[in-house]
């Protein structure tokens, strides 16, 4: 399997005209990848003008959050259906950033049935805000990932990619990092949820990815160590330089 690095550049850039450079300076090198998928999930407002420079499959778009309804009087909300016209594949849901605005469990699953119906790939963000000596957070990621997948097909399932975020380790304030070994447990606990939920084989093919400061000193250890196909990565996707290195050392890894 390809490993699959996203980069999740939040509210950034500001400006159209950085993220067409951004996203040109990664695409050059990206798309010429051959063991390594690179999805760009800009700002909603920067879709359509950076699908005109996406050159191959290797380096493609992603939208940070999509609503169930198809179309109507929902002020400020993108549907699915609009996301897949601008030429997106992945859509981010579940962002533990949007899950401090407000967003739900039942909010999510809506999301990912509605991204479902078009040839699109959710991405679902799970992950704690804490860990306890109790280990109540396995508890809670394992209900995220229930609750977010309801009523879902094996079929359905089986399109969907795991994002492992613990919300401690994101951000600049994150406090430390997560351990590759904590991520590898976190890892195996999801592969098993999604076991449970499905008695089909596909769900082992299910990519689970790591998310949280990752960069260019760490992503290695945790795509040999930390049992993920992949990473989702927020800051260090901003610079250019610094992304295109760990998309060369997932190349290799
Ligand atoms: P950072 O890489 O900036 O910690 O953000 C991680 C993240 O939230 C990616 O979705």
């Given at each position: 399997?390809?490993?699959?690095?996203?980069?999740?550049?939040?509210?950034?850039?500001?400006?159209?005209?950085?993220?067409?450079?951004?996203?040109?300076?990664?695409?050059?090198?990206?798309?010429?990848?051959?063991?390594?998928?690179?999805?760009?999930?800009?700002?909603?407002?920067?879709?359509?003008?950076?699908?005109?420079?996406?050159?191959?499959?290797?380096?493609?778009?992603?939208?940070?959050?999509?609503?169930?309804?198809?179309?109507?009087?929902?002020?400020?909300?993108?549907?699915?259906?609009?996301?897949?016209?601008?030429?997106?594949?992945?859509?981010?849901?579940?962002?533990?950033?949007?899950?401090?605005?407000?967003?739900?469990?039942?909010?999510?699953?809506?999301?990912?049935?509605?991204?479902?119906?078009?040839?699109?790939?959710?991405?679902?963000?799970?992950?704690?805000?804490?860990?306890?000596?109790?280990?109540?957070?396995?508890?809670?990621?394992?209900?995220?990932?229930?609750?977010?997948?309801?009523?879902?097909?094996?079929?359905?399932?089986?399109?969907?990619?795991?994002a492992y975020e613990?919300?401690?380790?994101?951000?600049?304030?994150?406090?430390?990092?997560c351990?590759?070994?904590?991520c590898?447990?976190?890892s195996?606990?999801?592969?098993?949820?999604?076991?449970?939920?499905?008695?089909?084989?596909?769900?082992?093919?299910?990519?689970i990815l790591y998310g949280g400061?990752v960069?260019?000193?760490?992503?290695?250890?945790y795509?040999?160590?930390g049992?993920v196909?992949?990473l989702l990565?927020?800051?260090?996707?901003?610079?250019?330089?610094?992304?295109?290195?760990?998309?060369?050392?997932?190349?290799?890894?």
């Amino acid at each position: 399997m390809k490993k699959l690095i996203i980069a999740n550049w939040k509210m950034n850039p500001t400006r159209g005209l950085d993220a067409r450079k951004l996203f040109k300076s990664v695409n050059t090198i990206a798309s010429k990848l051959k063991n390594v998928e690179t999805v760009i999930c800009p700002p909603l407002v920067y879709l359509e003008s950076l699908g005109e420079l996406v050159t191959n499959r290797a380096c493609v778009l992603g939208s940070q959050d999509a609503f169930w309804e198809h179309a109507g009087p929902f002020t400020g909300q993108v549907s699915a259906d609009m996301i897949f016209g601008t030429k997106a594949r992945y859509v981010i849901v579940g962002h533990s950033e949007r899950r401090a605005l407000g967003e739900t469990d039942s909010d999510i699953n809506k999301k990912i049935k509605s991204i479902l119906q078009f040839p699109l790939i959710p991405v679902l963000c799970v992950g704690e805000i804490s860990r306890d000596d109790d280990h109540q957070f396995v508890k809670l990621v394992k209900n995220q990932i229930r609750l977010a997948l309801v009523d879902l097909t094996d079929e359905e399932i089986s399109r969907v990619v795991i994002a492992y975020e613990p919300v401690w380790a994101i951000g600049s304030k994150a406090k430390k990092a997560c351990e590759p070994a904590d991520c590898r447990e976190m890892s195996h606990i999801i592969k098993t949820v999604l076991a449970d939920l499905s008695n089909s084989e596909i769900t082992k093919n299910i990519p689970i990815l790591y998310g949280g400061s990752v960069n260019s000193e760490n992503s290695e250890s945790y795509l040999k160590d930390g049992l993920v196909d992949g990473l989702l990565v927020g800051r260090a996707s901003l610079d250019g330089k610094e992304f295109i290195k760990i998309l060369k050392i997932a190349e290799k890894s």
